[in-house]
């Protein structure tokens, strides 16, 4: 399974969500959309035109995808 999270330098959310997977233990990337371009429209196209961070995309080892918008604890356990 990997996950990359979506956010900006600014987003209190964000940092939220990534203090969540720290601590659980969880292995992640993050793709900042405030610096940078090439993420900020790969995060569009995986999130249908949706600008709001944190945006989070789980890919499972079978290579299907889950896309969480906002820190929504409920959705991460249950994708985790």
Not at 2 to 19: E, G, N, R
Not at 28 to 43: G, H, I, P, T, Y
């Amino acid at each position: 399974m990997s996950i990359t999270v979506y956010s900006t330098t600014t987003c209190p959310y964000c940092k939220m969500l990534k203090d969540f997977l720290k601590g659980k233990g969880v292995s992640f990337s993050e793709k900042l959309v405030d610096q940078d371009e090439a993420a900020k429209v790969e995060m569009m196209a995986s999130s249908g035109g949706f600008l709001g961070v944190p945006f989070t995309v789980i890919t499972k080892d079978d290579g299907t995808k889950q896309t969480i918008l906002g820190f929504d604890k409920g959705k991460l356990e249950a994708s985790l």
